[in-house]
């Protein structure tokens, strides 16, 4: 049944029993058309229906039989009892659609409700007059059932027929006439005191404000009902719901370091982007004549190159009894082989590229270009500055810089997104908006991270201190190298960095960087010379990165 009907696109919930069913149906209006089995456990399909049909709201559910036997009194107590059809085993597919067909013609749902547009001319209403009028019964209707449960527990007669009379007089101004049969069926009940009955019928109230929920929104589908992305998507919204309301409900920071941490420690891997671990499994497990293609692909992106080097250092570790980690992902590349690619190939961690694309202030290929040129000038740096033995240290460290970043991504990516938004609304720094939300900084979790997982230690320094140069306690040149660049790629607009705070642009020698890197450079150092020359190439480099963003983009 289940494989008909999502064939032709519909919607399908399964239950066991007649309890559950009926559960189900009270709970979800929803529901366009039952199909029940004659035998079912701990009841039958007749007793499933016999209590439909005895309800105010669900007597109007369409229901169709299905049987295997030819119970002739069962099939004629079924036709008494005004099913839509029965149909005989085995499913066949046009039987099935045409049943559906039939139940969705005329909404069983809307019979209990007024034609809108035609109501309205009859009555001199607007739309959405109509729409107030039965979204004030819906409200009124919550606090009355409440009312209505005390007087009579009170057996307070007078009271429980004046609220009875308001809330009819409320319903069919409105148009609800199924709400106005329920409530004067509870009227009856009240009239002829049959106190326990009148209780017993006020326990289906529930299904009286399900009913004009649904005719507020016909859109509304219950969660059994919905498809795995659709699940995704309302767990996704209240997720967002808790990040975004935190500063208006005094609820900063959401998460703390210690908790944090505890979440990190779970995680199986590096945080690697979706996309960038589909071209890496597609190049490792197909049978390649060459590793250098992922070599390249691995030392372009900054949650593959923690994840190799990280992958390659734990096997040196167990193959060499050494101890110290790779900071060449070429060589972790090399280090680790074709086989032991593919296999991680298969493991890798990801993390959704949809939620770093929050245009049009903040996208993957703004950041990336972002990344990519960090890296560059921290290499042209060092080059410039003559720290040869540096280059690669500071290329790779300009790569891992902002890794803390991937991380809270795949803990919490509407954390990310909302201390983004609150970085730009209240134009502070987003370290600052981050340590609001979290009581942290990414720095601090990619510190916490690159530690735990043995990565080199000038790359935890960097991903550590970046934000804080003159805060670090070890590596401190390389930390200024890239603090550095990184403030020259902000300067220079070479892509974005997620920060819409600008600080205001000191001197390069006042800088808490130079302070640090100036006791390298020999007394007669030219600074002018350099920061014209890095200016310089930095404005190439952001043309050329941009020309690498559109080629990728037409490919």
């Given at each position: ?293 992922l070599m390249d692909l691995v030392a372009r992106d900054t949650g593959l190159t923690a994840q190799v080097l990280i992958s390659a250092s734990q096997l040196k570790r167990q193959e060499d009894f050494d101890p110290t980690p790779l900071e060449d992902p070429r060589l972790a590349v090399g280090r680790l082989g074709e086989v032991r690619l593919a296999a991680l190939a298969g493991s890798l961690v990801t ?205």
């Open positions: 049944m289940h494989g008909i009907l999502v064939r032709a696109g519909h919607r399908m919930a399964a239950v066991a029993t007649q309890q559950e069913a009926w559960a189900f149906v009270s709970k979800h209006v929803r529901v366009d058309l039952v199909i029940t089995e004659l035998k079912l456990s701990g009841g039958s399909g007749l007793s499933l229906l016999q209590r439909l049909r005895g309800d105010n709201f669900l007597r109007l559910l369409p229901v169709v039989v299905y049987t295997g036997s030819g119970d002739r009194e069962a099939i004629k107590m079924a036709l008494a009892l005004k099913v839509q059809n029965i149909l005989v085993k085995p499913y066949h597919d046009d039987a099935i659609y045409a049943e559906i067909a039939k139940a969705v013609a005329d909404p069983w749902q809307n019979r209990h409700f007024e034609e809108g547009k035609s109501f309205c001319r009859q009555m001199g209403y607007k739309p959405e007059e109509l729409q107030r009028m039965l979204q004030e019964l819906r409200t009124q209707l919550g606090q009355e059932w409440i009312a209505l449960g005390r007087h009579a527990e009170a057996r307070a007669l007078g009271a429980v027929l004046d609220r009875l009379r308001a809330s009819i007089g409320l319903a069919e101004t409105a148009g609800a006439w199924g709400v106005v049969d329920f409530l004067t069926e509870l009227q009856r009940l009240a009239e002829r005191e049959d106190w326990p009955g009148f209780q017993e019928k006020l326990g289906g109230s529930g299904i009286a404000d399900w009913m004009i929920a649904r005719h507020l929104d016909p859109g509304l589908m219950p969660e059994p009902f919905l498809l795995a992305q659709e699940k995704d998507a309302r767990v996704e919204e209240q997720e967002r719901a808790v990040w975004f309301n935190a500063p208006a409900e005094g609820r900063c920071p959401v998460r703390d370091l210690p908790r944090l941490q505890l979440e990190l420690d779970a995680l199986p891997g590096c945080p690697v982007l979706d996309s960038a671990a589909a071209a890496f499994a597609m190049n490792a497990t197909g049978q390649p004549s060459s590793l250098n293609p993390v959704e590229e949809r939620h770093l694309h929050l245009p049009p202030h903040f996208t993957w290929a703004q950041y990336w270009n972002f990344q990519m040129g960090v890296a560059r000038v921290a290499r042209f740096t060092c080059h410039y500055l003559e720290l040869y033995s540096m280059e690669l240290q500071a290329r790779m460290g300009g790569l891992l810089h902002d890794f803390g970043k991937l991380l809270l991504l795949k803990l919490h990516p509407c954390a990310f997104q909302a201390a983004l938004a609150y970085s730009r609304e209240h134009r502070v720094p987003l370290s600052k908006a981050e340590q609001l939300f979290l009581g942290c900084t990414t720095y601090d979790l990619a510190g916490y991270f690159g530690e735990k997982h043995n990565l080199p230690a000038p790359y935890v320094s960097v991903m550590r201190w970046v934000d804080q140069p003159e805060a670090a306690t070890s590596h401190c040149q390389l930390v200024a190298i890239i603090s550095l660049a990184r403030d020259l790629c902000r300067q220079n607009e070479i892509g974005f960095s997620g920060d819409a705070h600008k600080e205001e642009i000191r001197p390069l020698e006042e800088t808490a960087e130079w302070q640090i890197l100036r006791e390298c450079v020999y007394p007669s150092f030219d600074l002018k010379k350099f920061e014209e020359q890095v200016h310089q190439d930095c404005r190439s480099l952001s043309l050329e990165l941009q020309g690498q963003q559109q080629t990728h983009a037409v490919s």
